[in-house]
Structures are given as structure tokens and as C-alpha cells.
């Protein structure tokens, strides 16, 4: 299975693929999408496109996202709100299966503790990748985790939503 | 000019369009966009095709929506803002410049009070558009409200962002 985890923002987008092969997991491209502030609606055109794009060649079988319940403040959970719009109508444009966890569910699929810190979780998961390092940018790691957790998670729970 | 007001939510987006004829304005076009509940990819996927065809049908020169910095909570906020980012990318796509502008601005262009009751705002949307009653439902009187408020605003401050 094919995994590809978003975890969305307005200025940065972070992104990686990650699919099952045999009981490993290996990554096949992961990076960050970075829109430079000016008009939203140039921004969202931007994050729009490249999501068609990363569905298109990296074609996996499912998008996995972050549902956060506590943001920081409305505005950030509005901004955020409106990248992550543009990103589910790609995937469902596509046809491509959406499946959100929480923070919680992602720590604990990843690291076997639903409190563990960032960190740790970026440790995990290069380790579960076979990486040598924790990967790069943040967002990125983040979106590879999501995706980890779907892959972990799938089998036993269906979480699935088209 | 033709203006696109948009009322945005993921249950109900409201939209109208004004339009300047001499010193008057009129509507040619207002209503809801209902989606119902189910998953979040196929509602942003209604209110993109409705937007589009709105942008198609109706041929505006610029669209209007609320920027609004005081939701409820966090979670409408989100909401609002994945609805909202695809109906601004629709515009962008068809290159229909986009002005935002906040509740108190709609008020004071179209009541002449900044903190005007919504029954005022309503009254007088029906008034400047020769409308017998308050056009209903509720989300598109507040989008011909927006709309309104550019065609009052725009001529004297360049708020038009593209
Ligand atoms: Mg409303």
C-alpha cells in the first residue's frame, strides 16, 4: 500500500510517501511545498497544483492527514483550514481515499506512546524508514509520520474515508 | 461593475450578484449552496463545481467575501477556512480578482453603522436592491451584503486584491 501523508500549512506543506514493502516500510519521496506570503488566492493555486502533481507521480492509495482539534488560536485553524481545503478536493478529484488522525493516534502508531515528544517520533520514524537521520524539514517528518500511522493503523482499524 | 458576493461555510455557502446600473444596484442572481453531511472531500468538491459555475455563469468582475477574525471557535474556524479556500482558489483559477472585507466594513457601507443589528444590514440590502423583502435565506442576503459593500467601497479604497 501506497501512503501519502500531507500535513498542510499555508506558508509550508509538508509531504512524503510511504508504502509497505513486505513488513518494512520504505520511503519513496518526501519534501516540503513553500508558498511565499502574497495573495491567498496565488498561494492556494500553488499548494492546489502541487498536490495534483504528487498525486499524479507518486500515485498512492491513500492521503493521510492530521484532524487537529486544538489550534492554537482562529486564525491559525482558519489558515490552515484553507490550505487544507484546496488538498482534499485535489485528493478527491482524484479519487484518492482520505484517512485523518489525530496528533495523539499518530504519536502512538509511530512510537507506541501517545504523549511522546517530536523528537522522538522523528527518531521513529527514521528508523522505521531506514533513514540515517531524522528527515528534513519538520513538516516533512510530519507528513511521513501520518503516514506511517495509516499504514499501522489501516489494517486494524478502518478508518478510511473516501 | 459585477460583483460576486460569497458567503462561505461547508454546510451552506450564500452568494449574490450586484451589480452597478447608473447610480443603482441591482441583483441578477442569489441563493444557497447546500451540502449535505457526509464526507469532507465530496462537500469541497459541490461547493468548487458550484463556485466554478457561478464564476462561469454569472461572468463577475470581482468577488467579495467576509474576512472574518472572530469565530466562535477553533473548529468553525477550520471549517469555514476548507470551504473558503476553495472557493477562493475557483476565483483565482478563473482569474476574478478577489476583495475581502470584515463584518464592521459590510455594516458601516451598507447601513452607514459599523455595528449595526443583522435585521438593519438586511432591510437595507433589500432597500438598495428594490427587493420587496429581505432576500432569505440568511447566508445569501449576507453575501449580497458583501457585495454591496465592495460596490460602496471599492471606488474609494483600492481593497481589491487579485
Ligand atoms: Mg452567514
Known amino acids: 500500500m501506497r501512503v501519502l501523508g500531507i500535513d498542510p500549512g499555508i506558508g509550508r506543506m509538508g509531504y512524503g510517501l510511504v508504502r509497505s514493502q513486505g513488513n ?3 520511503t519513496e519521496d518526501y519534501g516540503c511545498v513553500e508558498t ?5 488566492g496565488e498561494r492556494l493555486v500553488r499548494i492546489y497544483e502541487k498536490m495534483q502533481e504528487l498525486l ?14 486544538f ?7 482558519f ?3 484553507q490550505a487544507r481545503g484546496v488538498v482534499l478536493l485535489a485528493a ?10 489525530t496528533p495523539m493516534q499518530v504519536k502512538q502508531a509511530v512510537t507506541g506512546y501517545g504523549s511522546a515528544e517530536k523528537g522522538q517520533v522523528q527518531r ?6 531506514g533513514l540515517p537521520a531524522p528527515p528534513r524539514p519538520d513538516d516533512a517528518a510530519d507528513a511521513l509520520a501520518v503516514a506511517i500511522c495509516h ?8 478508518l478510511v474515508r473516501g
Open 124 to 129: 521513529m520514524v527514521a528508523m522505521l524508514l
Open 79 to 81: 489558515h490552515v483550514g
Open 71 to 77: 489550534y492554537r488560536n482562529v486564525t491559525t485553524a
Open 36 to 40: 511565499r506570503p502574497g495573495p491567498i
Open 151 to 158: 499504514l499501522h493503523t489501516a489494517p486494524t482499524m478502518a
Open 24 to 26: 518494512r516500510l520504505r
Open 92 to 101: 478527491r478529484q482524484a479519487e484518492v481515499a482520505v484517512a485523518e488522525y
Open 56 to 69: 499524479q507521480n507518486l500515485n498512492p492509495d491513500v492521503v493521510a492527514v492530521e484532524q487537529l482539534f
